[in-house]
């Protein structure tokens, strides 16, 4: 009898403490991702450290529209590193299914390169 009464107090204590980390205050999820990126045209774009030289930048494609440090589900226009306003760039002589470069100041840019369609399945 003693041990089936010590089973439900260790039951009870268990449920107990799974249920109490829910809450508003605890985030959905930290933010481990492998890579910093960017969603463009439906495709991930992980970010560089090689910057662009701004006699190659071409057209302006796009910016940044959302920015969270939280995994999710997001769409284009997002990043996981830069923030809303962000302006995203074609390289000259280079596809855009290759690379893009993003602008981080006067002059300044640096290279992403295109992981394939966001959120595609890989095996």
């Given at each position: 009898m003693n041990r089936r009464y010590l089973m439900y107090v260790l039951l009870i204590i268990v449920f107990i403490t799974g249920c109490g980390a829910s809450g508003s205050s605890v985030p959905k999820s930290s933010p481990?991702?492998?890579?910093?990126?960017?969603?463009w045209?439906?495709?991930i774009y992980?970010?560089?450290?090689d910057e662009v030289s701004?006699?190659?930048i071409g057209e302006e494609i796009g910016e940044i529209k959302q920015y969270s440090d939280f995994e999710g589900t997001y769409s284009n226009g997002f990043s996981n590193k830069y923030p809303v306003g962000t302006k995203l760039y074609t390289i000259n002589?280079?596809?855009i299914s290759d690379f893009i470069a993003i602008k981080l100041g006067e002059n300044k840019y640096i290279k992403a390169k295109s992981n394939g369609k966001y959120g595609a399945k890989t095996s």
């Open positions: 481990d991702w492998a890579y910093s990126f960017v969603i045209n439906e495709n992980e970010i560089l450290e701004s006699e190659v002589g280079i596809e």
